[in-house]
């Protein structure tokens, strides 16, 4: 009867142990989800009132998400498009966030809200909507320093980093990486090394026609750009983007449809003429099936711009922004292994049906 008991208690103990083995398979070497949020709590911080004292004091509010544990995670700096401000992309970088990055949002305060409502006031010309975000198009003040904007914020996370008490020692300032959508793009594409046009600058900026120059920073790992433009905007033109140095990700999708210089819509397919000019080299270019151009933006006020395929691109760019990040700022090879089309496509829903991925 002993030995039977003394059986049954040994059987019943491995099937324990077998039990746990499944349900904790080596935590250690646990494949990450990375549509789904990550292993760190995260906190924020928001600095209003900052001032870039090498541009006459031009302001750059900025605003952190970062692990509320641990030491030397990559940075990440977040550009937002037109009209935008620092928590309109706020679901996506605080899932990034808790993958083990610092995020910081910058503010382009002449391309944000508060600008676009400056412009539709009556002291700024009582412009519609759309041509106030369009003046931010061609201004000078926009266009050409809002990569200056990414740099500050890179020189900002570098003092921190060395002795401001919610990030000393927690940034990794040599793994830097640039994500933006539309007008973040933009900003994305340049500090990565694309060179923009002066052709429709308001007033203008000598000479006056031709690309503008060298704006990227060499602090910069990599560039993840939403929406990136193609020639025929007041961005870029056809040679723009042969100066682009570093690995560079474009997403974009079959209802991303965007403007030219001369206000017309053109349809999204254009897009493809940026993937087409970019050098080769760790580039990757994402089609989403039925992505409008708004489903890339998510916040509290999202509702505005609706989308029915927001659901489905807000889980497939959270995604990829937390996969290319481990495989260029943090050299994971896993993420190497789901840098292709079946992984891409296992993402897809109901709106978004089809992922087309490409490579160079």
Excluded at 249 to 258: A, C, H, P
């Amino acid at each position: 009867m002993i030995n039977i008991r003394y059986a049954l208690i040994i059987m019943l103990l491995s099937v324990s142990i077998l039990s746990t083995k499944e349900a904790f398979p080596q935590d250690s070497k646990k494949q990450t989800e990375y549509a789904k949020p990550g292993p760190y709590e995260v906190k924020s911080l928001e600095f209003p009132n900052l001032k870039d004292n090498n541009r006459k004091n031009r302001r750059v509010p900025l605003k952190a998400h970062f692990p509320a544990e641990g030491k030397n995670f990559p940075l990440v700096i977040f550009s937002h498009g037109g009209g935008g401000n620092l928590d309109s992309y706020i679901y996506q970088v605080q899932h990034l966030a808790s993958h083990g990055y610092v995020v910081i949002c910058i503010e382009h305060v002449y391309s944000s809200n508060k600008r676009i409502k400056y412009y539709m006031s009556w002291r700024g010309g009582r412009m519609r909507y759309k041509e106030a975000l369009c003046r931010t198009t061609r201004d000078p003040e926009a266009i050409l320093e809002r990569p200056k904007d990414v740099s500050f914020a890179i020189d900002q996370a570098v003092l921190w980093n060395k002795d401001y008490k919610e990030f000393a020692g927690k940034i990794n300032t040599n793994k830097i990486g640039v994500i933006g959508h539309s007008y973040g793009a933009y900003t994305t594409l340049v500090i990565c090394g694309a060179q923009p046009i002066l052709d429709y600058l308001e007033p203008n900026v000598s000479p006056g026609k031709g690309l503008a120059g060298d704006f990227s920073d060499p602090r910069v790992t990599f560039g993840l750009a939403m929406s990136p433009q193609p020639p025929g905007g007041t961005f870029f033109d056809k040679d723009s983007y042969k100066t682009i140095n570093r690995p560079l990700v474009g997403i974009s999708g079959s209802n991303d449809t965007w403007k030219a210089f001369d206000d017309k819509v053109m349809a999204a397919e254009k897009r493809w003429q940026f993937w087409k000019l970019l050098p080769n080299g760790n580039k990757y270019f994402l089609w989403l099936e039925n992505a409008d151009h708004f489903s890339f933006c998510d916040n509290s006020k999202a509702w505005i711009f609706p989308s029915k395929s927001r659901p489905d691109v807000q889980r497939i760019s959270k995604a990829m922004m937390v996969l290319f990040c481990d495989y260029f700022l943090k050299e994971k090879e896993e993420a190497k292994d789901k840098m292709n089309k079946e992984y891409a496509n296992s993402l897809c829903g109901n709106v978004v049906t089809e992922i087309q991925w490409h490579e160079k």
